[in-house]
């Protein structure tokens, strides 16, 4: 033992040695790891953060829910990385500017929920207390069945049966008619389905059978009222209704926040939000629009955080014309987005007279609608009545000159004039390049055909049917098959008169070797068209209106195509 102690001695002062150099190695090592994880961690939120930059840019409609996704898988890595050494994550990265927007909007949405919640309340409307006061708590019973078909009788005037069984019991419903059962097209609906109207002899029947519900009377006579004054036009019925679109409006667009990853937003931007906008616009009897009014609605889009979006409600306002239409119009030119004014002007200016033999409104009827707007709208409006082909030149100018002098503005006569000193080349232009600025925004092919076709009509000669030709052929080949088959047909359904002379020249320009490229960039698209959807609405208008024009090119376009040609 004494002669092999020596060795054992050495041989443990080395593994000290040895464990020792190991430790300061690892310490080396794990130093050399955190730095590399620290480095991973920062790139990685730097690299999120242009991430963040570039996605907010891009023209998409769920913005908000990528980014989040972004963030949130940030955190992780974060998370991840920082549990291999240290255990703890470091700071979160500093939120994106479109996430602090999203949130913000949350919060304000919020804000302005719970105070129309409450003025609607105040206010006393035929809808269950205890309901109205659950949204408080939860806004997502909103949606629920129950509150849902509530919603439609208070907008009805009606009441739903069970409440009516729940609170009065069966014997009232004496006092009701039956809105739902039908013996031919609901004979057997559910109970829960079923909603009932207060009968118009209401007082006489409640005075006649005083024995029915003794207890509840007040109470029945008071819901009576409560609707009653809910579906006239009094100032409180009106109040409530306002009210309650305000309140639909913010609790539609919070739940879709809330929700981006599911919903889709053509159907809150495009259906369901323009309807209740208009509806607080010119569904209130209201005698007209004012600048209260509209001040009102433009604080309720500035909720919307996207301006597409906002763009989206306002164009979908106004589908059956009339104040809805003028309101559209409106809210457009006030937005201050100027990339296509000149078309909205001339639509609205289109919308606001009408064609003859209808006589053109007086002015001081658009001076009421044109002082809602900006003095530039103003200026470009009265610009436009001027040279509006609907109306005789003397009139146009004498009805311009009575809006500039009632808008107090000045120099529009200077103006008009100068724009009618313009050379017939260039004025041709201007208004051909505007048209090309209608087609390059992929406006719908109607409207693009309702300018060409006023074009046409104002400056009916060779060279303008020559131009607009070009401008067509520079245009995407679908955007002319489409543009071509709306051409002939004006708003009022009728056949325009001199559609069959310029689609002539249209299909002879089209079949001559000259426009050899243009014909075989139609061809292919027709050919798509007719290998995906042979019955497609819009390949037979094209080949129906091309034989109208021209029997014989059709059997050409038809046997390029690869379809049979039409017998009639």
Not at 24 to 36: D, F, G, I, P, Q
Not at 55 to 73: A, D, Q, W, Y
Not at 242 to 269: A, G, W
Request: aromatic letters at 6%; a neutral charge.
């Amino acid at each position: 033992m004494q002669k092999g102690w020596h060795d054992l001695v050495l041989r443990v002062q080395q593994l000290e040695s040895d464990r020792s150099a190991m430790e300061h190695e690892n310490k080396a090592l794990r130093s050399l790891l955190e730095r590399v994880i620290e480095h991973r961690q920062k790139s990685h939120n730097e690299l999120v953060l242009i991430l963040t930059g570039m996605v907010t840019k891009l023209p998409l409609n769920e913005v908000g829910v990528i980014v989040s996704r972004l963030v949130e898988h940030n955190n992780n890595v974060s998370h991840v990385l920082a549990a291999l050494v240290k255990g703890t994550a470091d700071a979160d990265m500093p939120q994106p500017e479109v996430l602090k927007t999203l949130e913000q909007a949350k919060r304000d949405l919020t804000a302005a929920f719970k105070q129309a919640l409450e003025e609607l309340i105040k206010l006393d409307p035929p809808l269950e207390t205890g309901l109205l006061e659950s949204l408080g708590t939860d806004a997502e019973l909103f949606f629920t069945p129950r509150m849902v078909r509530a919603n439609r009788c208070f907008i009805k005037g009606q009441v739903p049966r069970e409440r009516i069984v729940r609170e009065f019991g069966e014997d009232s419903l004496l006092f009701f008619k039956d809105m739902t059962t039908d013996p031919k097209l609901n004979p057997r609906p559910k109970p829960e389905e079923i909603v009932l109207a207060f009968k118009h002899d209401f007082e006489t029947l409640f005075e006649q059978n005083t024995s029915i519900i003794p207890e509840k009377r007040e109470r029945l006579q008071a819901l009576h009222r409560q609707v009653q004054q809910s579906k006239g036009p009094a100032d409180t019925g009106r109040a409530q209704k306002c009210t309650f679109q305000r309140l639909s409006f913010v609790i539609e667009l919070l739940h879709y926040y809330d929700n981006q990853n599911t919903e889709t937003p053509d159907v809150i931007f495009a259906q369901r939000l323009p309807v209740l906008v208009e509806q607080l616009g010119v569904g209130t009897s209201r005698d007209s629009l004012d600048e209260k009014l509209l001040a009102e609605l433009e604080a309720l889009l500035t909720f919307v955080i996207n301006p597409d979006h906002r763009l989206m409600i306002i164009n979908n306002i106004g589908k059956g014309g009339g104040a809805g239409k003028t309101l559209k119009y409106l809210l457009r030119l006030r937005a201050g987005r100027l990339d296509d004014m000149d078309h909205v002007v001339n639509e609205f200016v289109r919308h606001l007279i009408p064609s003859p033999p209808e006589n053109p409104p007086v002015a001081t009827a658009l001076l009421a609608v044109l002082r809602l707007l900006p003095p530039e709208a103003q200026r470009r409006v009265a610009k436009a009545i001027v040279s509006y082909d609907r109306l005789r030149k003397s009139d146009a100018e004498a009805l311009a000159k009575e809006l500039a002098s009632g808008l107090g503005l000045k120099g529009l006569e200077e103006e008009t004039v100068a724009i009618e000193a313009l050379p017939p080349e260039m004025e041709r232009q201007l208004a051909w390049s505007k048209i090309k600025e209608l087609i390059a925004q992929r406006s719908d092919a109607a409207t693009v055909a309702n300018v060409i076709r006023d074009r046409l009509h104002a400056k009916y000669d060779v060279d303008e049917i020559r131009q607009s030709w070009i401008t067509l052929t520079e245009a995407d080949p679908m955007s002319l098959i489409r543009i071509f088959c709306q051409l002939p047909f004006r708003a009022d359904g009728k056949t325009d008169p001199i559609a069959r002379t310029v689609l002539e020249t249209y299909v002879t320009r089209l079949t001559h070797e000259k426009y050899a490229g243009t014909y075989n960039k139609v061809l292919t698209s027709l050919r798509n068209m007719f290998h995906a959807k042979p019955d497609s609405p819009t390949l037979l208008n094209f080949v129906a209106l091309v034989k109208w024009a021209d029997p014989e090119a059709v059997n050409k376009l038809c046997g390029d195509v690869g379809m049979p040609v039409p017998t009639h």
